[in-house]
């Protein structure tokens, strides 16, 4: 097939755009500076586009193309590159890479950079003077060699890579045999290390056992002096209760006797406000007496009428005396029951002072205890206020 036309008729664009889907990469074979310059840029009826895509259907009926795509009659190759020169390769719709394309075209003519296949202007002059290598290459590519050559070419190349690998494995293999000598003696002593940990818990187990047994002992003893106190607390709540009691009643009792002896000091101050009161109008009356005495001579009458009241408040002293020694005795017997009254409140409120203090320090043992068993303070309501 020929492409015939004047010149700039757009032969030469057709010619870039075969090898272009083809796989060519060098943008200055394309007559551009960039892959991007095949994308349309727009002109004054249409707008830029931002991709530019080629396909390119082969027939192989012949069976020409040989391969995974031998089997197809025909062979659709589509390449499309994107404004950042991205491009992307399709054989049958399906992507690939751009080697893959190049393997089944070598042998038929297009492989080489288009090959003999693709003739345009200037092509015969440069076949003519092509160098050896140059004509070699385009007759291996006649002959259909070409693409044993390139899978020799890149047998040889993993042959080589193989080759360094093994010896970069090797250096490896030296390397980690190395390490595995270290990790060797790191595992032996891991291994130790194991049987002493294991060892040490081992231990450590039946140390925590022995302390759990001791610990139980303790709990035991530790809840029968719980026990002990908790009784000796209650006894003590008992025993406080009724010291109270007995304080109550003997506050009462003081009460009644310190009414008993108020009413006793009150006839006893009435009494002696009222002996003084005698004693006063005896004093006055012995004076009156003194100077009736002097006015004895005065007047006989009158001597009589003293003696008369003398006698008469002699007698009353009397009486008087005689009561106050009746009321002396009860007075004095009040104020002794009032002192051991007064003395029997304060070793009460003494005795009720030591209780409350043991009280305290059976709930201070008794919260320790709690603690010391279940781990927690005891309620309030466990303890006496």
């Not at 109550?248 to 009413?263: C, H, M, P, S, Y």
Request: glycine share 10%; charged share 30%.
């Amino acid at each position: 097939m020929g492409i015939v036309g004047p010149n700039g008729c757009g032969k030469s664009n057709i010619i870039d755009a075969i090898r272009w889907v083809l796989g060519e990469g060098s943008a200055k074979t394309l007559r551009g500076d960039s892959m991007s310059d095949v994308i349309f840029n727009g002109s004054g009826g249409r707008k830029p586009v931002g991709v530019a895509s080629i396909e390119l259907t082969f027939d192989n009926t012949d069976g020409t193309i040989t391969g995974p795509y031998a089997g197809y009659s025909e062979v659709a190759v589509r390449r499309t590159v994107s404004r950042d020169g991205t491009s992307q390769y399709y054989l049958n719709n399906g992507r690939c890479r751009r080697k893959d394309i190049t393997q089944i075209l070598l042998g038929t003519g297009l492989g080489g950079h288009g090959g003999y296949s693709i003739i345009e202007q200037g092509m015969i002059s440069r076949l003519v003077e092509a160098k050896p290598e140059d004509m070699r290459s385009f007759l291996e590519e006649a002959a259909g060699i070409s693409k044993y050559k390139e899978r020799r070419r890149e047998t040889e190349h993993r042959i080589q890579h193989t080759r360094d690998n093994l010896a970069r494995l090797a250096d490896v293999r030296e390397e980690i045999d190395k390490q595995l000598v270290h990790l060797q003696k790191q595992a032996k002593d891991a291994e130790k290390y194991k049987t002493t940990k294991a060892e040490q818990r081992r231990v450590g187990a039946e140390l925590l056992a022995l302390r759990l047994t001791g610990l139980r002992g303790e709990v035991g003893d530790q809840e029968r002096q719980f026990a002990e106190r908790q009784l000796a607390l209650e006894a003590a709540i008992t025993e406080q209760g009724a010291a109270e009691s007995r304080i109550e009643k003997l506050r009462v009792e003081l009460a009644d006797r310190g009414e008993q002896f108020n009413a006793v000091q009150g006839s006893y101050y009435k009494i002696g406000a009222e002996i003084a009161r005698l004693e006063q109008a005896v004093q006055h009356r012995k004076e009156l007496i003194q100077r009736q005495t002097e006015d004895l001579q005065g007047t006989d009458a009158q001597i009589a009428e003293i003696q008369s009241h003398i006698a008469s408040d002699e007698v009353e002293l009397a009486q008087l005396d005689e009561l106050l020694g009746e009321l002396a005795p009860g007075l004095e017997q009040a104020q002794a029951l009032q002192r051991t009254s007064q003395i029997e409140l304060e070793d009460a409120e003494r005795v009720l002072e030591s209780w409350r203090e043991r009280t305290q320090q059976l709930g201070e043992e008794l919260a320790a205890a709690q603690l010391l068993i279940h781990g927690r303070p005891p309620d309030r309501s466990d303890t006496c206020p």
